[in-house]
């Protein structure tokens, strides 16, 4: 059995969750396409 680990997201993860979205959710949604806007959402989740 494999073990997962869930945990917040850092900027360190923004371009393979970018790529994540483009892949496996929409092609060339602004999550994937528009790194300043992915960014910005980040930033206004406060932990």
Known sequence: MSQH???FATLSDVDAI???I???WKKD???ATNKDF???NMQMVKR
Do not use: A, E, P, Q
């Open 5 to 7: 680990t869930i945990r």
């Open 18 to 20: 970018m790529n994540f």
């Open 22 to 24: 483009d892949v496996h």
């Open 29 to 31: 949604h602004i999550l």
């Open 38 to 40: 992915s960014f910005t």
